[in-house]
């Protein structure tokens, strides 16, 4: 501070001591010494967490000496600690009078300010001082706050940028992070430091309060309650804790503890409008409707107290004003003070909502949907804007667009969206706007009037795959309003959704014969028609759809659909490319359009169409267009590129486990094993229950002989399901990888004990083969079989295993009694063209094309140009043979087939070749004695090709 400012301070110490000073009894010295005995005894009580009696005596050591620095500035903390802003700013300034270092006083008093709300004067006044690390950094942060009170988002993450970059240990920087973090929509990610913040600082109360807001944002409110507690803990003032733990406690229908904790708050701050606030929450909950009213009432009074430009002023305080005034009811001053809020921040979701329902109210439903359109741009998927929406266009007769929104709202969106929403309306939670709007909600929820209400609860519950609970809401929804179309259809959504589709049926038939042009209607009975395998009713109904309504993208691409499932793949790319020219910027199209060309193995135009929509999607960075982007790219051969888009895919992801396994098998397929097991690693963090991953991970670590973190992990599958085959499976899969075939049966053995599963029986019959032989292996797969007849993939293992017993009769008659039950089984036809093409039959070049026009997977396709060569036709089998091979260059077989067809070709220095590079790998396969024969006739005088040499000859130059 400037010389000036400072004689002020002292002159306000002077003005506040005044009369302490006046001389008494004993000497100044021993008055001194008194005061000086008791900073000390308060010091010794507030490092033991002993707050009020570190304050008493503090208070007395003050009245023996009013200028004793050290007092003045651990009792500025203790305010700081007792949310009590003002008073920590005047004991600060006094300490800065009476000459303390601006380093002890310069981040007190930061926080004194932010606890007011003093943030322009924050900013304006204080800054790093350039001299230690960890001030600067804690300074940054703390002016980030500063600059979130303000809404400066931009100013913000730049200063917590800043002080991560100066110091990452410090835990407001820490923090600050966080807050960068939610500032971007990474929750997941925001969470990951939240739990370190508290690592670093277990007694910070600011940590626990924002770990438990993003655990309860997760959806685990009982753990965040914890989290809220141990902030309470930490600092029984800290007002955001408190109103979180009663929040939390609400939400998990702890009414009795709820109303004791609110107790507890009103005590610390009996005049803050916040807590009566909380105490009408938990009143409404406890259904005491007229006490809630009447604390609500108290509340206005308390707030209309504050001098208007002080609400006005002060954003928190403004919203609050809004709630409140709309909680009573008193409409148009609600209406004035959520006007004013929005005028300033234009870009606020929950404000929308409330004056939304505000202008439902009144009947004004068209000033209802013009405010709340600009709401779903700025906050895509919430369900309270989009039921809001669905609830106005109702009233306004706009029954199709009604019922469009209210799809939306069950179907948008994934869990980092959701959360967002969350985010959003939970602003004054997490210390910058006022109470939550769920807090609202459970004041209101239970209130029938707001039907809207039961719009959101039913588009909820189906979002969570509560389907039984969205059908019940549902049918209440139907109860009060049974003609309402938009109801209907939902009811029906959420039947089908619920595995009843008879009763989704009825509803959405009831909603056509109320109204025949009801388009979503049409639509959910089209997509029932593509679930029960009837495309072509399913094709009829949306032809009548597409003749009323030519532009409905979402009838194109149920069109596409309907013709794929009947397997007129033109006809479908041409529907789909409709619904692109329709919507350009729709990424479900495209993702369908994508993988659709793939199918048709037309693999550059799926690569163009996912190209051009991720130019025009309005989320470039949507995971399902990443990922069908790269399985364009991978089926183009340009696996690094895929590499790339997988990564980007993988940070995008935060911790959502599904999405992670979903990017890691295709890195695996682009080749990138170490980007999979880092997107699994990071999984496995994040939600370390999600077995698939777990299982995924284990069998990565195998394939690239991480044995020891593989039998970690099985270890704790172990432990951690000791009654499923899980662990014994992967250690199986280890031993088998290492070469330890008798100790790969005894896992596989045990595990089949555990649970008789298909892909166990299987793995166990190949182990067998491997350790008794093909004979031994093959009887026990029939004995299988014969008691698990409907097992269809051990009786194809069992046909593979009695063709190589040389029973191709009988193997041949397993997979005919397969495509008889199943005629598109692809590996039953791959199987069987190789059992023809051993006897020589012509048949084989026939099922290998069926088996590649149904999946032209790697293998399939070495197939296919295996026969083909074998059937003489060499140049079209060489094709499919590079193709193979270029979507499964390690697999040998297809190296050796290759080089035959080479060798038939007359090109016999190219067969060499390919030849040499396959005997570089260590591998083994079923024709490795062919390819030595092979070798051996193209070069005769050189080395056989299984590492040892013959007497007399030269090692091959590899």
């Known amino acids: 501070m400037n010389p000036r400012t400072r004689l002020a301070s002292i002159l306000l110490c002077l003005a506040l001591f005044g009369g302490a000073c006046v001389a008494v009894a004993q000497s100044a010295g021993e008055s001194k010494g008194r005061a000086s005995a008791l900073y000390e005894k308060a010091l010794v009580e507030f490092n033991l967490g002993q707050t009020r009696a570190a304050y008493i005596h503090l208070k007395n050591a003050l009245l023996q000496d009013p200028f004793l620095l050290s007092a003045h500035l651990l009792l500025g903390k203790i305010y700081i600690q007792l949310g009590q802003g003002d008073k920590a700013e005047k ?102 430091y939240a739990r370190r913040a508290v690592e670093l600082a277990p007694e910070n109360p600011h940590a626990w309060f924002l770990k438990g807001s993003l655990t309860r944002g997760l959806g685990d409110t009982a753990s965040a309650l914890r989290d809220f507690e141990r902030a309470v803990q930490a600092l029984p003032a800290y007002l955001p804790a408190q109103i979180a ?180 309306v939970n602003q004054f939670g997490l210390g910058r706007k006022a109470q939550s709007i769920e807090e609202l909600g459970a004041v209101f929820g239970s209130n029938p009037e707001y039907e809207n209400a039961g719009a959101t609860l039913v588009v909820v519950d189906l979002k969570e795959r509560r389907y039984d609970e969205a059908v019940a809401a549902a049918r209440t929804l139907l109860q009060g309003s049974p003609d309402n179309l938009s109801y209907l259809n939902l009811y029906g959504v959420a039947q089908l959704a619920a595995g009843q589709p008879e009763a989704a049926r009825w509803a959405f038939n009831l909603a056509l014969a109320l109204d025949w042009r009801f388009v979503p209607a049409q639509l959910n009975l089209a997509e029932l028609e593509l679930r029960e395998k009837r495309p072509e009713a399913a094709r009829e109904r949306l032809r009548l759809v597409l003749a009323r309504n030519p532009d409905q993208v979402s009838a194109m691409l149920m069109l596409a659909r309907a013709f794929d499932q009947q397997g007129d793949h033109e006809q479908a790319r041409d529907w789909a490319q409709r619904a692109v020219g329709a919507d350009p910027g729709a990424v479900p199209v495209a993702v369908y359009l994508t993988d659709l060309l793939l199918k048709m193995k037309r693999s550059e135009d799926a690569l163009q169409a996912a190209q051009s929509i991720e130019l025009r999607a309005a989320d470039p960075d949507d995971l399902a267009l990443l990922a069908a982007l790269s399985r364009a790219y991978i089926a183009n051969g340009r696996r690094a590129t895929a590499q790339v888009v997988l990564t980007r895919g993988s940070s995008l992801a935060g911790y959502n486990a599904a999405s992670l396994l979903e990017i890691a098998t295709l890195q695996r397929q682009a080749g990138d094993l170490n980007g999979a097991i880092w997107s699994l690693e990071k999984a496995v963090s994040g939600q370390p229950r999600f077995l698939p991953t777990r299982l995924k991970l284990g069998e990565i670590y195998t394939e690239v002989g991480k044995f020891p973190q593989a039998e970690e992990l099985a270890q704790a599958l172990l432990k951690d399901f000791p009654k499923e085959p899980y662990g014994e499976h992967l250690l199986g899969t280890i031993a088998r990888a290492q070469g330890k075939d008798a100790q790969a049966l005894e896992h596989f053995t045990q595990a089949l ?97 069926k088996a590649y026009a149904l999946v032209p997977a790697p293998e399939i396709t070495d197939t296919l140009g295996w026969v083909l060569v074998q059937g003489g036709q060499v140049e079209e089998g060489l094709k499919y043979l590079r193709e193979a091979q270029s979507r499964a260059a390690a697999a040998p077989g297809v190296g050796y087939h290759i080089a035959y067809a080479l060798e038939r070709l007359g090109r016999k220095d190219e067969a060499l070749r390919e030849l040499k590079i396959l005997f570089q790998k260590e591998s083994d396969f079923p024709e490795r004695d062919a390819a030595v024969a092979l070798r051996r006739q193209l070069e005769p005088r050189n080395a056989v090709p299984d590492g040892r040499r013959e007497p007399g000859l030269d090692p091959v130059a590899e």
């Open 245 to 424: 733990r009663v929040s939390a406690l609400l939400e998990l229908g702890r009414l009795e503890a709820a109303q004791a904790a609110a107790e507890e708050t009103i005590k610390l701050y009996p005049r803050d409008p916040r807590t009566l606030y909380l105490k009408a929450a938990v009143q409404a909950r406890r259904q005491a409707m007229d006490e809630a009213r009447e604390t609500l009432k108290q509340t206005e009074a308390l707030i209309f107290q504050l001098p208007r430009e002080l609400i006005e002023g002060h954003p928190p305080t403004l919203l609050l004003a809004g709630m409140v005034t709309y909680s009573l009811k008193h409409w148009a001053q609600a209406t004035a003070y959520l006007r004013l809020f929005l005028e300033k921040f234009p870009d606020t979701v929950g404000p929308r909502t409330l004056l939304a329902h505000i202008y439902l109210q009144r009947d004004q439903s068209e000033e209802a949907v013009k405010l709340l359109e600009p709401a779903l741009g700025l906050a895509p998927g919430d369900q309270q804007v989009l039921s809001l929406l669905a609830e106005a266009n109702m009233r306004e007769r706009q029954y199709v667009k009604a019922s469009n929104y209210l799809q939306q709202a069950a179907a948008a969106g994934d869990d980092n969206l959701v959360l967002r929403t969350q985010r959003a």
């Open 753 to 849: 004990k555990m649970r008789e599963s298909p892909v166990l029986a299987v793995r166990t019959y190949e182990t067998l083969r491997a350790v008794q032989g093909t004979g031994a292996a093959v009887d026990f797969l029939k004995r299988w079989v014969d008691k698990h007849p409907d097992d269809e993939i051990a009786r194809q293992a069992l046909a593979e295993g009695l063709v190589r017993g040389g029973r191709t009769n009988e193997a041949k008659e397993i997979y005919q009694r397969v495509l008889a039950r199943a005629p598109d089984n692809a590996t039953a036809l791959n199987n069987l063209a190789l059992v023809y093409a051993r006897e020589g039959g012509p048949k084989a070049i026939e099922f290998a094309r």
């Open 91 to 192: 004991e600060l300034l006094i300490a800065d009078g009476l000459g303390a270092h601006q380093s002890l006083t310069l981040i007190p008093l930061a926080r004194a300010y932010l606890l007011q709300g003093k943030a322009e004067q924050l900013l304006a006044e204080l800054f790093p001082l350039g001299t230690l690390v960890e001030e600067d950094a804690e300074l940054l942060a703390l002016r980030g706050q500063a600059s979130l009170q303000l809404e400066q988002f931009y100013d913000a993450q730049r200063s917590f940028t800043q002080a991560w970059e100066k110091n990452p240990n410090n835990v407001s920087a820490v923090l600050g992070r966080i807050h960068v973090l939610l500032l971007k929509g990474d929750l997941n990610e925001a969470d990951f």
